[in-house]
C-alpha cells in the first residue's frame, strides 16, 4: 500500500529583485501529489553540522531494495528568506530507485552570502561522508533546486574548486562535487541586475548584506556564471519565458557560458510559463526531469 502525502512544489515565488511583488500565492495546479513507496526508511532533521544552525538539517530518504542508489539532492527556494525542506518534489524519484535528501540552509535573515552555499557545500560532503549508511553511490550525486533554489544549486556545479569559501563541518576531506545539476528558473549572473538589485528591502540586497562600495565584486562573487570551467557536470536548466521575477535572460546566459566551455547543457523554455507555474509539473517536464536524472546517475 502507498501512503499518500501532497507536497507544495512552489512555496519559492518570493521576490528577488528591485521591482519587487508580493510573493504569488501558490495555486492548485502547483499541488503536486506523489507516493512514497512503502518501505521507504524516512530520517529528519539530521544535523550535517553538529551543534550547528537550526537551519542546517536535512530530510534523507531510502526507498527499500537492496544496493546503493544514485542520490538526488533538493534545495528550496523562497529569495533567500524563506521556505523549506519539508516540501520536496523530488520525492517522485522514489520510485524509480533513487535516494531523496531535501536540505535547509541558512537564510539571509541568519547569515548574508556566502553562508548559503558554505551550508549546500557542506550537506553534499555530510552525505558523502555518510553514503554507506545511507545506502548512497558517492560517485553518482545530482542535485535540483527552483529560483533561490537553483541559484545555489548552479553554484554547486560551477563553484566546487572555489577556495574563497571556507569549507563548514566536520567532513572537509570529503568533496562537494555533484555529477549533474537540475536549475529550475534559478538567477545566474547578479550583475545583470545591477544596482537595483540592492535597493533597500530587495532579496538580493539582503542576501548579500551591506555593499560599502564593493557591490560588483559581490554581485560577481555570488553568480554561478563566474566560476564555469570546462570540467563543470552537465546541466538541465528550465525556465518560464513569462517569469517576472527571475528574467529568462538568467537561464539563457548560464546555458550560452556552459556551452562556450564545452560543458553539457540544455535549456528547455516553457511557453507561458510564470514563476514556478504548473508547466513545471506537466507530464512532458516530468518526463525531461526524470529523462535527465537517468542518463547521467543510473549505472550504464
Known amino acids: 500500500m502507498l ?37 521507504t526508511r524516512t530520517e ?47 520525492i517522485a524519484l ?25 551550508d549546500c557545500q557542506a550537506a553534499i560532503r555530510w552525505l558523502r561522508a555518510n553514503a554507506e549508511k545511507y545506502h548512497i553511490d558517492p560517485q553518482r550525486i545530482g542535485v535540483w533546486g527552483a529560483s533561490a533554489g537553483g541559484h545555489l544549486v548552479a553554484l554547486l556545479g560551477t563553484a566546487d574548486n572555489c577556495d574563497a569559501w571556507e569549507p563548514l563541518g566536520e567532513c572537509r576531506d570529503q568533496s562537494a562535487k555533484v555529477q549533474c545539476v537540475l536549475d529550475w528558473f534559478g538567477p545566474a549572473d547578479f550583475t545583470l541586475f545591477g544596482e537595483l538589485a540592492t535597493r533597500p528591502g530587495s532579496s ?7 555593499t560599502n562600495g564593493d ?3 559581490k554581485l560577481k562573487s555570488a553568480s554561478p556564471v563566474t566560476y564555469i570551467t570546462a570540467d563543470d557536470p552537465p546541466f538541465l536548466i528550465m525556465h518560464g519565458d513569462q517569469d517576472p521575477l527571475v528574467p529568462l535572460k538568467q537561464s539563457e546566459r548560464l546555458c550560452e557560458l556552459l556551452k562556450e566551455k564545452q560543458v553539457e547543457a540544455e535549456l528547455v523554455t516553457l511557453a507561458g510559463a510564470r514563476h514556478g507555474g504548473a508547466e513545471f509539473i506537466s507530464d512532458t517536464s516530468r518526463a525531461k526531469v526524470e529523462a535527465f536524472f537517468a542518463k547521467h546517475l543510473k549505472q550504464k
Open 3 to 39: 501512503l499518500r502525502t501532497t507536497f507544495m512544489l512552489v512555496l519559492l515565488a518570493a521576490p528577488l529583485a528591485a521591482q519587487e511583488q508580493p510573493v504569488p500565492k501558490v495555486r492548485a495546479a502547483n499541488v503536486l501529489a506523489v507516493a512514497i513507496p512503502e518501505g
Open 44 to 90: 529528519k532533521d539530521l544535523a550535517y553540522i553538529p551543534n550547528g544552525h537550526e537551519r542546517q538539517k536535512l530530510d534523507i530518504y531510502i526507498p527499500p531494495g537492496d544496493g546503493v542508489k544514485p542520490l538526488v539532492v533538493w534545495v528550496h527556494g523562497g529569495a533567500w528568506k524563506q521556505g523549506s525542506k519539508d516540501r520536496t518534489p523530488a
Open 94 to 118: 522514489l520510485g524509480k530507485g533513487y535516494v531523496v535528501a531535501s536540505i535547509n540552509y541558512r537564510l539571509s535573515q541568519h547569515a548574508t552570502f556566502p553562508a548559503q552555499i558554505q
Open 204 to 210: 538580493i540586497g539582503q542576501l548579500l548584506g551591506e
Open 215 to 217: 557591490l560588483p565584486a
